[in-house]
């Protein structure tokens, strides 16, 4: 029996590739993923996968042509491009929600990448500076991949174990997205600074920064009655049934 073809398209990248290694296919800003299938479909419905909350990265694993590429390697941004992708690939461009008891479509090729500024990028390089407004402080920080969600994800589980009332979240993402501070490199002189000296209005000036400044989807859709809703990610968004 001769092999059988799958259709497969070229997804463009929010970061431009960017934020990859020269070494890595990622760098091109482009990635082939295939059309979904059945065995796609098996892997939505995967108890296993869905209870260890990897379903998600299972199903976009599957779906890239390159093998060579990780899901860990990608960024949030670039990582929703894909998904967006894959899911007009598999189930079209309309995607069917509820919102305030009213049913609503939305039309997915109309979600466009965030441009970014180029000039604050260097090839290959993921690492960024931001002087705080009111301390002067000099951060150097970095955009964060799969691999350090995993490690953001296991601290807090280890946390939530220790002290089960406490929501510490914001600080333990700023301690994986800081590089140095004034030109301090050491994790205890970054923990000790989220912890002591992170001005909350500094701190939330920061954090909109890094949003603005990161590669992505965007995912804010205008519904016909003006509403602006933010596009979910889920299980759903694959498949309503799963």
């Known amino acids: 029996m001769s092999e059988f073809k799958f259709p497969t398209e070229e ?32 892997i939505l419905t995967n108890q296993s996968f869905i209870q260890k909350g990897t379903v998600l990265d299972k199903l976009l694993q599957s779906l890239l042509i390159n093998k060579d590429i990780k899901t860990e390697d990608l960024f949030v941004g670039d990582k929703n491009a894909l998904f967006v992708a894959a899911r007009i690939l598999g189930y079209g461009k309309e995607y069917k929600v509820t919102i305030a008891g009213k049913s609503e479509t939305i039309d997915l090729t109309e979600l466009e990448n965030k441009p970014i500024d180029e000039e604050l990028f260097s090839k290959g390089v993921n690492k960024f500076t931001y ?39 914001l600080t333990t993402r700023l301690k994986h997205v800081l590089l140095s501070v004034d030109g301090k490199e050491e994790t205890k002189d970054i923990r000790d600074f989220v912890d002591n000296y992170f001005l909350a209005r500094d701190a939330r000036a920061f954090r909109q920064y890094v949003s603005d400044l990161s590669p992505d989807v965007n995912m804010e859709y205008a519904l016909e009655g003006g509403e602006v809703v933010t596009v979910p990610i889920g299980l759903n968004f694959f498949w309503p049934d799963a």
Do not use: C, Q, W
């Open 11 to 42: 997804v463009d990248l929010p970061s431009k590739g960017l934020l990859y290694p020269k070494d890595n296919p990622l760098s091109s800003g482009k990635v082939e993923i295939k059309y979904m299938t059945a065995k796609e479909e098996d």
């Open 131 to 169: 002087k705080l407004e009111n301390t002067g402080t000099v951060l150097e920080f970095k955009l964060l991949n799969g691999h350090d969600e995993k490690k953001i994800e296991r601290e807090l589980s280890g946390l939530k174990k220790i002290t089960p009332n406490s929501s510490p979240e």
